[in-house]
């Protein structure tokens, strides 16, 4: 991807153009949206052009950050979502992945973590701060019937699966495993039918409830 395409989402004006300004210098990122409301922000994707990734925040007027990612992600699966919030309660930051998105980071993140993390979900990787990596985790320990079920995957399958969990962006797991990045593609879009999950974080749920990583 050449440059990527951004929205910006978030009632704090004043940080929305902040932030817009500081991303505009980004070589490689060109954002193309911004709004203070998530209802403006769908209206315009089911319209307009529809961005690579937006930042999202969560409380919002009128639709909330879950109700807006919700929407996007069911209807315009294209669209990587990362929530930029001030909450960083465990509560939030499930019922944020749940909703379909991509990432999670605060809203005390440097701007080289917002940039690095907005890179990497538009490559397939997974930009959590440590937060929401632990929520996974407990996501993990309190599903009951962790069963492997590793024969429903081929052995590069599971590479990907194991690469995909150590947060390696589809373009990394090509080097890595010396394919192509459309093989990579094909293959994650393959566990994702078999798994029936919409992202990369649906993945690492899966394969930490499924017991599939040693």
Do not use: W
Request: proline residues 1%; hydrophobic residues 40%; aromatic residues 8%.
């Amino acid at each position: 991807m050449d440059e990527i395409k951004l929205a910006i989402v978030d009632d704090h004006e004043i940080f929305v153009e902040s932030l817009s300004q500081a991303l505009s210098n980004i070589k490689g990122i060109k954002v193309v949206f911004t709004s203070n409301n998530g209802l403006d922000f769908v209206k315009h994707c089911e319209k307009s052009e529809v961005p690579d990734v937006v930042l999202l925040d969560i409380s919002m007027p009128d639709q909330d950050g879950f109700e807006t990612c919700k929407r996007i992600t069911t209807k315009l699966s294209s669209i990587k979502v990362i929530a930029l919030t001030g909450h960083k309660e465990k509560q939030y930051i499930a019922k944020m992945i749940r909703s379909g998105a991509s990432g999670y980071l605060l809203k005390n993140a440097k701007i080289i973590d917002v940039v690095n993390a907005v890179k990497k979900v538009a490559d397939g990787g997974l930009p959590f701060n440590n937060e929401a990596i632990q929520v996974m985790f407990d996501i993990y320990k309190e599903t009951d019937g962790n069963i492997a079920v590793k024969n429903d995957f081929t052995k590069r399958e599971l590479e990907i699966i194991h690469l995909v969990c150590k947060e390696y962006t589809t373009s990394e797991i090509a080097e890595k495993l010396f394919l192509s990045e459309s093989t990579v593609s094909s293959h994650k879009n393959n566990i994702f039918a078999k798994m029936k999950v919409k992202n990369a974080i649906g993945l690492a749920i899966y394969a930490f409830t499924h017991g599939l990583l040693e």
